[in-house]
């Protein structure tokens, strides 16, 4: 099991952009696939961007070309670039691998897009 903290969020105007961190515990990181997920009010999780550990990327169709994920084996650190950012990606957004079984959820990081 791997301890997950997200940090980053905050709230930022239509059209700004923030980065968020996930720093991951555990000598496995660099062998496993990670992800981004959030999760609105009153709406279910949902998976936003994957990144495997050969660093192959993938996004859900509402992200693509706005969001980068990327990834620091070395500080065992996975990164979610979002540009453009608008009211819909208002969330609280978390990391875990990209798949069952996932580590324990940590608190996440809220994302405010509002102006």
């Known amino acids: 099991q791997a301890h997950l903290e997200e940090s980053g969020g905050g709230l930022v105007q239509p059209g700004g952009s923030l980065r968020l961190s996930c720093a991951a515990s555990g000598s496995i990181f660099s062998i496993i696939d990670m992800a981004w997920f959030r999760q609105a009010p009153g709406k279910g999780r949902e998976l936003v961007a994957v990144?495997?550990?050969?660093?192959?990327?993938t996004y859900t169709e509402s992200v693509k070309g706005r969001f980068t994920i990327s990834r620091d084996n070395a500080k065992s650190t996975v990164y979610l670039q979002m540009n453009n950012l608008k009211p819909d990606d208002t969330a609280v957004y978390y990391c875990?691998?990209?798949?069952?079984?996932?580590?324990?959820w940590g608190q996440g990081t809220q994302v405010t897009v509002s102006s």
């Open positions: 875990n691998v990209d798949r069952d079984p996932y580590y324990a």
């Open positions: 990144i495997t550990s050969d660093f192959t990327t």
